[in-house]
């Protein structure tokens, strides 16, 4: 499609010549009930400025059909000034007004205006998603974000509808069946944040009020709300709760009103992403609403979002990246800001650095070491770069080194940074110098040189203790070794740690110091006893990987359970799962930590991350010969654990979890069966909706669920989430006609929304089935650019990242996925990123598989 993917070059020259007045965007949503119906009406007016009268330029549209388009008074032909993917205008004045009329499409992609009927009562809902480019399905505009704008919403609806955008509405006024909404102009946003949710939403409304240091009031209107059918799932007291913790919090620290008037949470389904920060109007995947019995890492989990999404109305709508090269201004602050807020809010979740270390981090850590890495601050060419730059890096790695950047300059003068920042560029746009700016300011260091280090270099350094000790066990000598193609200044503390007189390792000593260049000295180690375990990067400073000299890895063999701090416990898992991906520890070696030390793990979020370590560990890491053996022992622990775990705890319901996950053999499929069937009883274990789930994909992929079995399921869970899991159980079957079916449902049809396609895949894709899925590794390679040309990139994403052929881990593969990259150099880059990614997954396996071989 002409000029579908917009260049950074494109928007440069736009932004150059351009500014934007204003929009009043008029969407009529009345045929959205009807499901015959695949369009709405959309009207656009925008007024703008032209700093090159004469000039021509262009506006974005994603729509089936423009029936009109009007600039200054003058109709232009739509079939010579739409090319399908640009509204093209020519003979600008120095000030313009611009009206398109487009009929734009419903979206079952979660891009755009997404439309959704609940199987449970047929009613319909809509929300919309746009980042980083997708209000043009939804109306003609400048689409970069640069180019801010008021924006007028006026929204015509059935009229048992309620309507949400960024604003206050202000009049509502109803008329054949319908209700017109019409609300107040936002502040000066991009395009991407502005939002409509529309639909017979089940809301709950609260208020927040905070005085001002000038005397005045702010007065908050908060509301949450999600599907009718959810409501009786909706624990609004407890969001509600936490977003008022996090305005407190927020205002405390930024020192900067909340400047969107109202905020609203809407959960939505079949959402493409966690959460997305629209001002004002904030928008969640359902899944946040839970249905069934969730551990309390997921309660954490959710708060963490509300937090980053509210750390989102300034960093990222108030003050905004100019271009998607500096994305991390917003996503890395934010990323940072959900669990320093956790802690900072005085939420009920303490351990969010616990969490932080032990699973942001290891997604760091993955992408950090993929050959298409990139440095923090990305090269980002166009819209199609920008799409998969919402990754590890852009997120943890640049959250991890603004702790690092806090521990380095201080978090007074950080915050104060902050505050100058939001200030002086309010309702604006900023490139990184921006950032530096203020904070040289104000902790009064040279941080150039920092950013170079920091954030405009890729790659993870790897930090190793090297102890020496005298005839009397004591240390001469210890130093760190800096490992990496770029070596960074890390400031970092050393623990020591030895047991106690309860055999606990307790840390006796910590040293903090700067490590520069490739072999950093800790000069006040000298003298001191030799402790049972060197920690490096204790509490978690720094952004590296932690590598253990032999005396404490030896200690971490035998009493890695024993580490008493629980952050510095999920450092060393940390750590040792890094040894096991980068092929140092053999996988066995590693699933054998988790079945000695797993079931004393007190922290519930590290428990659920060992537990999906340990499962990749054997399916992907472990040599194929010891592979049945592996699995085995993980369900012998499962279960074991599962019937010492406290009745009714967390930590029984994710041993339970984790041993539907891992049943294969007669005795845990049979307890697997049993339960569900209520013949089997854990005390305290309540077998719910979303449990049962689990336990039937154990069944079906073990071949031992009946069709009318999972039918009968879904027909007593007929809900948009009992249809995720049935599909996927469909598919997870151990046959032939299984895995086509999954294949042709979507590959050969484009019907299916996100969430059924990564139901689909996840099914196909069972590590366990490899022989059955062998065959389509060819097919996969030949089908590429053909998805990548026919579908949208969120569809595309998933169907190349779910169908890649990871689990056959053998050379073959690997020498497709060569041949493919070698033969496509003109495949899409952001298409060759993924495949190569995955191709490096493929090859670490490798790599692992030989090091527990040997």
Known sequence: MPGKNLSRDEAQQRASILAVDGYRVRLDVTSAPDRAADTFRSTTTVTFRCSRPGADTFLDLLAPAVRSVTLNGRALDPATAYDGARVHVDGLAAENVLTVEADCAYSRTGEGLHRFVDPVDGETYLYTHYEPADARRVFANFEQPDLKAPFTFTVTAPAAWDVWSNAPHGTVTAEDGARTWEFAPTEPISTYLTAVVAGPYHVARDHYRRELADGTALEIPLSAMCRKSLAPYFDADEILGVTKLGLDFFHEEFDYPYPFGKYDQAFVPEYNIGAMENPGCVTFKEEFVFRSKVTDAAYEARANVILHEMAHMWFGDLVTMRWWDDLWLKESFADFMGSYGLIGARTRYSSAWVTFANQRKAWAYRQDQFPTTHPITADIRDLEDAKLNFDGITYAKGASVLKQLVAYVGSEAFFEGARRYFKRHAFGNTELGDLLEVLEETSGRDLRAWAAAWLQTSGVNALTPQVTTDSEGRITELAVLQDGDVLRPHRIAVG?????????????????????????????????????????????????????????????????????????????????????????????????????????????????????????????????????????????????????????????????????????????????????????????????????????????????????????????????????????????????????????????????????????????????????????????????????????????????????????????????????????PQAAPALRRLVLERRDDLARALRAQACDRA
């Not at 012998?636 to 996950?661: I, N, T």
């Not at 469909?730 to 050969?748: F, G, H, M, N, Q």
């Open 496 to 824: 020591l740690y030895d047991r106690d007189a309860d055999g606990a390792l307790v840390r006796t000593g910590r040293i903090e110091l700067d490590v520069t260049g490739a072999r950093t000295v800790v000069t006040e180690a000298a003298g001191l006893p030799r402790p049972a375990l060197v920690l490096l990067n204790d509490d978690d400073l720094t952004y590296c990987k932690v590598r253990f000299d032999e005396e404490s890895l030896e200690t971490l063999r035998t009493g890695l359970g024993d580490i008493r701090d629980e952050l510095a416990r999920a450092l060393t898992w940390s750590a040792v799962w890094n040894l096991t991906r980068d092929g140092l520890m053999p996988a066995r070696d590693y699933v054998a930590l988790v079945l000695r030390f797993a079931g004393r793990e007190g922290n519930i979020g590290v428990l659920q991350s060992l537990h999906a370590q340990a499962k990749t560990a054997v399916d992907l890491y472990a040599d194929p010969a010891w592979r049945g053996e592996g699995g085995r022992l993980l369900a012998d622990g499962a279960l074991r654990e599962l019937r010492e775990a406290v009745p009714g705890s967390d930590h029984q319901l994710a041993w339970a979890r984790f041993l539907a996950q891992t049943a294969g053999g007669a005795e845990h499929l049979g307890l697997v069966r049993g339960l569900l069937a209520g013949s089997a009883r854990i005390d305290g274990l309540e077998v719910d909706q979303d449990l049962r789930w689990s336990l039937w994909l154990a069944l079906a992929a073990s071949g031992q669920a009946a069709d009318e079995e999972l039918a009968a399921e879904l027909a007593a869970d007929n809900t948009a989430s009992g249809k995720r899991h049935h599909t996927q159980c469909l598919a997870a079957r151990p046959t032939a006609e299984a895995k086509a079916a999954a294949w042709s449902a979507v590959i050969d049809s484009d019907e299916l929304p996100s969430a059924l396609v990564e139901a689909n895949t996840a099914g196909f894709s069972i590590p366990a089935q490899r022989d059955l899925t062998a065959l389509y590794a060819a097919p996969y390679f030949k089908l590429l650019e053909r998805v990548w040309a026919e579908r949208t990139i969120e569809i595309a994403m998933r169907i190349v990242g779910g169908f890649f052929p990871i689990a056959q881990t053998d050379e073959q593969t690997l020498a497709e996925a060569d041949a493919w990259l070698a033969g496509s």
